[in-house]
Each structure stands twice: as structure tokens, then as C-alpha cells.
């Protein structure tokens, strides 16, 4: 079956600009999850969805950084102004079932975000 | 805080070599832990994982026991292939995810 689908793969963007990067979950699972991963270094928890409440944003690292997910299926990561130290690799992860432990979670491939 | 050490890459070995990738765990609660990998231009992918104290997690010939008296879930694997190069990341899930910096490993043939 379908994996979690991101999209784009990779992003190029000017110093100041805003980006906006998608993330389509496994169908059905109720859990949403966005990571950020610098370069040789591992994930690092963004923000947490359950159905479209957003549970958990304690990683955002600024007010730049708003996500969504309306419907409770598919969401967006903006970053806005965007800056050099904000170029790594966007990680969407999805679960099946509410709540965050003990479950695998499933990644998608991840957008790599660049900041020129 | 929660947080995950892992031993630092990268690791090299020969094709058919014993494996072990070190993952230390400090933890204020009993988490869940996990071994993901993450092949090139790819997301992470789970390996394997264990719930509890003295569980063993395996998959594909990776092994990871539960160490709660030394705080450790050091992954094993006693015949690499050159397939089996990959980044692999070591994680605790408590409340949320914490995930080790990654171990490079590189199998030659």
C-alpha cells in the first residue's frame, strides 16, 4: 500500500522568502508527526497531530514555523522569512492510532530544504 | 531530558563481519525503544523494537536486547552484507521521539 507521500522533494529558496511543504499520511492514521534533520545529525520532533488538533508544537523553533492539517488527513508545513539555518531535511512521519507511545512511526522520504 | 547516545560513525567493515552499533538511553519514564535505518535519499525505515525491560527486538538478521540496568539497546547483527549499508539511528519514544545522532555503517566486499 500507499506510503506517507511528501512532497516536493526538494526545495530551493531565496533568504526571506516563505515555503510550504506537504505531507500525505497513510490513510487512516491518526497520527501526524513533522522532524527536522540537519545534516549528520538525527531527526529532531517539530509537532504533533492528532485527527486535525495540533497536540504537540513544543519543537517549532520559532515563530516562522506554523503547521496544519485541517482535515485531519493531509498537512502543511510553512516556514516563513525563511533563514540559512533553516535549510535541512523535512521528515513527515504518520501512526495509526492516537497517542505517541509505543508506536513505530512511518516516514515518508523527507523535502531538503535549501537556503540560498 | 529524555535523550538518546549512540556510538559515532562511520563504522567500517568486510562483508560478512559481526556488527554491533552502541545506543545508550537517559529516560525519566519506562519508554519504548526502537532501531530505525535510513538508506541514502530515503526516510527512516523501523528495523526493530522493543517495549520493555529484557525484551529483544530482530529483523533481518539485527538484534537489539532491552538493557534497563545499564540503560542500553545495542544493535547486533552477526553477518553483514553490503546491502546493509546505511545510516541507522537509535530512539527513544516516551511522550514523544527522541532520536540519536545516526551511526554510518559501511560494508565492503
Known amino acids: 500500500g500507499a506510503g506517507v507521500s511528501q512532497s516536493p522533494r526538494y526545495k530551493v529558496a531565496k533568504r526571506g522568502q516563505d515555503v510550504a511543504l506537504r505531507c500525505d499520511p497513510i490513510s487512516g492514521h491518526v497520527s501526524l508527526f513533522w522532524y527536522q534533520q540537519a545534516l549528520g545529525q538525527g531527526p529532531e520532533f517539530l509537532t504533533y497531530?492528532?485527527?486535525?488538533?495540533?497536540?504537540?508544537k513544543s519543537g517549532l523553533p520559532s515563530d516562522r514555523f506554523f503547521a496544519e492539517r485541517p482535515e485531519g488527513s493531509v498537512s502543511t508545513l510553512k516556514i516563513q522569512r525563511t533563514q540559512q539555518e533553516d535549510s535541512a531535511v523535512y521528515l513527515c512521519?504518520?501512526?495509526?492510532?492516537?497517542?505517541?507511545?509505543?508506536?513505530?512511526?512511518?516516514f515518508g522520504d523527507g523535502t531538503r530544504l535549501s537556503i540560498l | 531530558g529524555d535523550s538518546v547516545t549512540q556510538m559515532e560513525g562511520p563504522v567500517t567493515l568486510s562483508e560478512e563481519a559481526f556488527l554491533t552499533i552502541n545506543c545508550t538511553y537517559t529516560a525519566t519514564g519506562y519508554p519504548s525503544l526502537f532501531w530505525y535505518v535510513q538508506y541514502p535519499g530515503e526516510g527512516l525505515q523501523l528495523l526493530l523494537k522493543a517495549t520493555k525491560a529484557d525484551d529483544k527486538g530482530s529483523n533481518k538478521g539485527f538484534e537489539a536486547t532491552y538493557r534497563k540496568e545499564t540503560t542500553s539497546f545495542h544493535l547486533e547483527k552477526g553477518s553483514v552484507q553490503v546491502s546493509d549499508s546505511a545510516v541507522y539511528f537509535c530512539a527513544l519514544n516516551f511522550n514523544k521521539f527522541y532520536f540519536g545522532s545516526g551511526t554510518k555503517l559501511n560494508v565492503k566486499p
Open positions: 497531530f492528532q485527527n486535525e488538533a495540533q497536540l504537540d
Open positions: 512521519a504518520s501512526s495509526e492510532r492516537t497517542g505517541t507511545f509505543n508506536q513505530p512511526q512511518h
